[in-house]
C-alpha cells in the first residue's frame, strides 16, 4: 500500500516493504583530505554573511508561471485555482516541463555560490562511509545471503555463500571467509542491471524455497511500477518471461508458483494472483478482487513458510485470507473476517494461528492464538493495555518475540512457547532485551524459524546501524555488524536526549535531542534543525543518519519531534492527529519549537525545520500558521494541496485516504481541510527562506502539488527570502535511486539551510 512517506534529510523512516531503507554509511578515503579542511573550521569562522543571495544570483529572475484561473466548487463554495494547469498526468506537456526546468534552472543560479560548499559537504558525508562492504549475513536452508556493496558503485550486489556445516543457528555462528572457505556467488549485480537507466531500484528479491531460483521485482522510473523476473541463482539465466505492471509484493508459493498483486488506474493495489513458472502472465489466476475502492491489498509469508497471508485493509480496518501452501491451494480462505473498525496481522506456528488485533476497544491491540482447524476459537495470549502497543510479532518453532512500544520507546520481550501440538495460553515468563540509550529504534530483522536466535536491528541518533543476535534460551546477545563510520566518528563526542514539549492543550509531546557537546553552547545561540512527520500511525524513532553529522559537527542541534499523527505513543496518539484533529500534529509542531526556543536550545533567527511527504504537509501548514517561528524550510516533495487533491478520486491514494485525512464530499471534512491545506492558505505575509523538491515520477505526491505551493508563495509572500523549487525529472517519491547519488540530496539541502542562515566558510562567504 503507497502513503505519503519519504525519506527525511536527517531522520528515516522505519524500513516497510515500501519504502527504502535508511542508507548506511559507506566510504571515501579519497574524498577525506577536503572534509577535514572543512570540518575542522571552528563555528565562528563559518561567518554571517550581509545576504543569503550573492550579487550574481541576484540578477536572475524567478519563474513567474502564469494564470489560468480554474474555478473549483463544493457546497457552494468557489476556490480559484490559478495555477491547476501544472498537473499534466502524462508528464508530457512541454509547457509545465519547460516550467519546471526553469524553477531547476533558477535553483541553481541561486545556489552557485555555495556550489564549492555543498561538494565539501557531499565529500563530508561519503567520506563518512566504508564503501566497500557486506550487511550481516542470514543464514537462510544451505546458504549464507548477504549484500556486498563495492567502492564506487551506486548499487549493491546479492551474495550468497554455502554454509560448510549441518549444525544448528546460533549467535556464535559465523560466514567462513577467505581461501579455504565456500567461494562467494554473486546471483544479481544492480550495476550491472542500472546500466542504462537514469533510476533503478531492487523492490523485493525473493528466493524459492529450494534456493534454486530468485525473483526480484525492478523499478527504473521511480514510479513505483515493478516489473518481475525469475531467474536461476546459479547461472542466472532468466526463467520464463517476467510479470509486468505489478507491485513490489510477491511471495513464492513452493517451488512453482508466485503470488503478487496489481494495481487500478489509480495504483490502488486491488488485485492478487497466482502465477505458475512457465506459463503467460495472461493465463494467472486472479486469487482475489478487492472492489471497495477504499481498502487496498498486502501480501506476506508466515516465518514457518508454510501459509501467505492476503491482508485487505483501508486506514481503519483490515481482514486476512491465507493461502495453504503444502496442501497447493490455488484458492484463499477467510482466517479473520470484514469488520468495521477491527484491524487483524497474523502469522503461523505449529497448529495455530497468531493474530494482532486492535479494535476500538483494544485501541492498542491484543495478541491471540486460534487453532488452524477453528479459527473462531481464540485465545487471548497477550491482552489489551492502555499504556503498551503491540507493534509487530516474530514466530518461531520455540518461541515469540514480541516488539511494543511503551511511553514512546520501542521495546522487545521473548516468550518460549509450549510445544507444537500442546495448548497455547497467556504468555508470561517473558525475556525482555535491554538496550541502552535514552532514545533509539528497534526493529525486528528476518530470522531463522527453525532456531532460538532473533536477530534485531538497533540504533539510535548517535549510535551506528547495528545487528543483534539474540538467543532465546540464554539472554545471550551477539553483536553481528555494527556499520562503520570513517572520518574519525567518535560516539563519545554526541549527546543524545529526551525531552518534552507541552502542547497547548496540555498534552506532553517527546522530543529526541542530538548535539555535539564540545560545539554548543546551549544559551539560545546555536543553530538547530528540526524534523517532523505525523501522519499515518508512523513512527520516527531517533535512527542514526551519517548525513546529519555535517550539520552537527558545525554546532547544530538535531530534534526530531515526535508529534501526534504518529504512532510513537500508541493507537490514540494517532487518533489525536487525524481527520477532524489534524491541526494537533500541526500545534504540536510549533509548541515544540517554542519550547526549544524558550529553553535555548536555540532562536528563530537559528531554527531551521524540515519535513517530507505528510511531513512536507507540516511543512506547508506551520509556515502559513507561524511563519515568524523560523528563519529557514526545508519541504520534500510536500503534499500541499490537500482540498483538492482528496476531491479527485482519478488520484492515487485519494480513497484509500478518505479515512486519514477526511473525505471532503461532506462538508465538515471540507471546511475542516481547507482551514490549514497549505495552498489554499498562502497569504501576503512574510515567510521564511524555503526549499522544496519534487520528482516528476512520484506516484505518492503529484510534482503539481509543491509547484502550485510555490508559484502561489511567488506570487503572494512579501519579502525577499530565498524561496528553491527542485523537481527531479528522472525519479520519483524517494529522489535518486543510487546511494551516492542520494546524498547529493543531503548536501544540497544542508548547504541551502547555511546558506540560509549565512553560516558559510569564508571561500564561500566571500562571493556573498
Known sequence: MLLRIGLAVGSTLPRLPSIPPPLRPQSSCRLLSRRRALLLLPLSSLRPSASPVSSAAAMAAPPVARKVPRKLAEHGDVRVDDYYWLRDDARADPAVLAHLRAENDYTAALMSDTKQLEDEIFAEIRGRIKEDDIDAPLRKGQYYYYKRTLTGKEYAQRCRRLVPTDGPVTVHDEMPTGPDAPAEHIILDENLKAEGHDYYSIGAFKVSPSGKLVAYAEDTKGDEIYTVFVIDAESGQY???????????????????????????????????????????????????????????????????????????????????????????????????????????????????????????????????????????????????????????????????????????????????????????QLQGGRAIDFVDPAYAVEPEPSQFNSNVVRFYYSSMRTPPSIFDYDMDTGVSVLKKIDAVLGGFDVSNYVTERKWAAASDGTQIPMSVLYRKDMVKLDGSDPMLLYGYGSYEICIDPTFRGSRFSLVDRGFIYVIAHIRGGGEMGRKWYEDGKLLKKKNTFTDFIACAEHLIENKYCTKEKLCINGRSAGGLLMGAVLNMRPDLFKAAVAGVPF??????????????????????????????????????PVDNVKAQDYPHILVTAGLNDPRVMYSEPAKFVAKLRELKTENNLLLFKCE???????????????????????????????TPPTTASSL
Open 239 to 425: 526463467v520464463g518471461q517476467p510479470l509486468k505492471a505489478i507491485t513490489s509484493d510477491i511471495e513464492w508459493a513452493g517451488d512453482d508458483n508466485l503470488v503478487y498483486i496489481t494495481m487500478d488506474n489509480i495504483l490502488r493495489p486491488d488485485k492478487v494472483w497466482l502465477h505458475k513458472l512457465g506459463s503467460d502472465q495472461s493465463e494467472d489466476t486472479c486469487l482475489y478482487h478487492e472492489k471497495d475502492d477504499t481498502f487496498s491489498l498486502g501480501l506476506h509469508a508466515s516465518e514457518s513458510k508454510q501459509y501467505l497471508f492476503v491482508g485487505s485493509g483501508s486506514k481503519n480496518t483490515s481482514f486476512i485470507f491465507y493461502l495453504d501452501i503444502p496442501n497447493q491451494s490455488k484458492e484463499l480462505a477467510v482466517l479473520t473476517p470484514r469488520v468495521d473498525g477491527i484491524d487483524t496481522t497474523a502469522s503461523h506456528r505449529g497448529n495455530h494461528f497468531y493474530i494482532t488485533r486492535r479494535s476500538e476497544e483494544f485501541y492498542n491491540s491484543e495478541l491471540v492464538a486460534c487453532p488452524l482447524n477453528n479459527v473462531a476459537e481464540t485465545t487471548v495470549l497477550l491482552p489489551h493495555r492502555e499504556s503498551v502497543k503491540i507493534q509487530d510479532v516474530q514466530l518461531f518453532e520455540n518461541h515469540i518475540a514480541v516488539y511494543e512500544r511503551e511511553n514512546g520507546l520501542p521495546k522487545a520481550t521473548v516468550y518460549r512457547l509450549p510445544a507444537t501440538g500442546e495448548a497455547v495460553g
Open 640 to 677: 500541499v494541496d490537500v482540498l483538492t487533491t482528496m476531491l479527485d478520486p482519478t488520484i492515487p491514494l485519494t480513497t484509500a485516504e478518505w479515512e486519514e485525512w477526511g473525505d471532503p464530499r461532506k462538508e465538515e471534512y471540507y471546511y475542516y481541510m481547507k482551514s490549514y491545506s
Open 729 to 759: 525529472l528522472g525519479a520519483g517519491h524517494f529522489s535518486k535511486s543510487g546511494r551516492f547519488e542520494k546524498l547529493r540530496e543531503d548536501a544540497f539541502t544542508y548547504a541551502f539551510i547555511l546558506k540560509a542562515l549565512g553560516m
